[in-house]
């Protein structure tokens, strides 16, 4: 019985890291280059979404800088994935949702914690119940003046 355990526990673990890896891959390979003329200065946070799932990210920003936030989502999810941006008194800065946008370029005055929003679309055809999955990415890069 606790080889079965085992079993099933190696078995989820390798399907972890194995879908870790192929949104790293997807990260490097679609979502990178994106961020062009813009740097990314190291800041990725990726994650995987299912359809109608949202994710909160509080990133810091630094006076007179100028920015591109980007957000890059695997096609099963479909199109539409939202991005927004709020600042510290929850006043909505950005919303991508009738924009249909994935980067927002900007620049803050003064140095400031900002809350990031991403959103999956919640898909409008039923595939058997399941819930559509994918792997969603945001970017942070700087104007290398």
Known sequence: MKLRYAIVFMICLLGTTESFSQCKF????KCLPALEPYVNNGQVNTTTLFEGDSAD???TFYSEQQYRLLVC???SLGEGVVLKV???DDVLMYDSEDKGESA???MVNSTQDL????MAPKSEEDYLDMP???CVSVALGFLNE
């Open 26 to 29: 997807f990260t490097q390979r």
């Open 57 to 59: 990210l509080k990133m």
């Open 73 to 75: 989502a695997h096609g």
């Open 86 to 88: 709020k600042d510290s």
């Open 104 to 106: 927002f370029d900007f």
């Open 115 to 118: 809350t990031v929003t991403i």
């Open 132 to 134: 559509r999955s994918g």
